[in-house]
């Protein structure tokens, strides 16, 4: 029998598809122990300002499919200040919640550690497009994201051939540039350029060029919106070649949205029961993740250092496949 008889779980940060289905898991599990569980509305800012809405089996039966977040979410910078931490802590401990889930990415989970060390039980669940948790193989939201932007390109292929044209293309990922080099690899697109590894628009210039010699019809370049070469500078450099027509088309938010894939609403579940396991044993501090094919309990403080998901083997994988 679990000793926490109330819990809340916030989203935060940018959303991801897939959270939903952690929220539903993580609402599914506490009931088998018997806990209440308090949703927290619009993350963190709502947690400061005392937003709760209870939770339970009926209210979340719905939202499996659904992408987005049905709390809410916001970023709150305020919440890094030391007495900001220490008003929510009592807050908490005021409405009885014995732990608190935290569903988002790196940002997120900097919070999760703060209130961690604070001595309050927190755990988090490792959620983001940009898969920029250290040790987690893959996070919540990641493989819509990559399937997303996989059909856009494809279509977009479409066109490109038709015109002979060049297209440079951003996708999300901040400063990971994770999803556009998995982009470029899945859908055979030019030259990937991230914020990993410097690209100058000279490069991109002659690869084009010697992409059509080839007699390619068309050319994409991948670029990520962290990368130090901007898609719109390279745009304007490559639009001063009269020899091809250049087009930028910016994926952006669209990203984030729709109803999550099979893989990211069977690793938000796992991954929500799991957290609600780890608050009943008591181990906090950790954020719940899959490392190693294997659904682990991973250090804060790990998982939220900088961490390298794309490597020089991956990148060398991606010139290999989109020549």
Request: net charge neutral; proline share 3%; glycine share 12%.
């Amino acid at each position: 029998m679990a000793t926490i008889q109330r819990i809340a779980v916030l989203t935060s940060g940018g959303d991801a598809p897939g959270m939903n289905a952690a929220l539903r898991a993580v609402v599914r599990s506490a009931s088998v122990y018997g806990i209440e569980v308090m949703g927290v509305q619009d993350g963190y800012a709502g947690l400061a300002a005392g937003r709760w809405q209870q939770l339970d089996n009926r209210g979340v039966g719905h939202i499996l499919e659904r992408g987005g977040t049905m709390l809410g979410s916001a970023r709150f910078p305020g919440f890094r200040e030391r007495d900001v931490q220490q008003a929510v802590v009592k807050q908490l401990e005021e409405a009885s919640i014995g732990g608190l889930i935290v569903i988002g990415g790196n940002g997120s989970q900097q919070g999760t550690l703060a209130l961690h060390r604070l001595g309050f039980p927190a755990v988090g669940i490792a959620s983001t497009i940009d898969n920029d948790l250290g040790e987690t193989e893959i996070t919540i939201g990641v493989d819509t994201a990559l399937n997303t932007s996989m059909a856009y390109v494809d279509r977009l292929r479409d066109t490109a051939t038709s015109h002979r044209r060049t297209f440079v293309v951003e996708v999300m990922g901040r400063d990971s540039g994770y999803i556009a080099v998995m982009t470029a690899i899945a859908t055979g697109g030019g030259l990937v350029i991230v914020p990993e590894r410097s690209t100058t628009p000279e490069e991109v210039a002659h690869d084009i060029d010697e992409s059509f010699a080839r007699g390619k019809s068309h050319y994409i370049a991948i670029v990520a919106e962290g990368a130090q070469l901007r898609a719109q500078d390279l745009t304007t450099y490559l639009s001063k070649n009269p020899s091809y027509e250049t087009r930028l088309s910016v994926l952006g938010h669209v990203q984030r949205g729709g109803s999550p894939t099979v893989a990211d609403r069977a690793l938000a579940s796992q991954l929500g029961v799991a957290a609600v396991g780890a608050l009943v044993a008591g181990d906090c501090g950790k954020v719940i993740g899959r490392a190693k094919g294997e659904i682990r309990r991973i250090p804060l403080e790990v998982a939220v250092k900088p961490c390298q998901k794309v490597t020089p083997e991956l990148l060398e994988l991606a010139d290999i496949l989109v020549q």
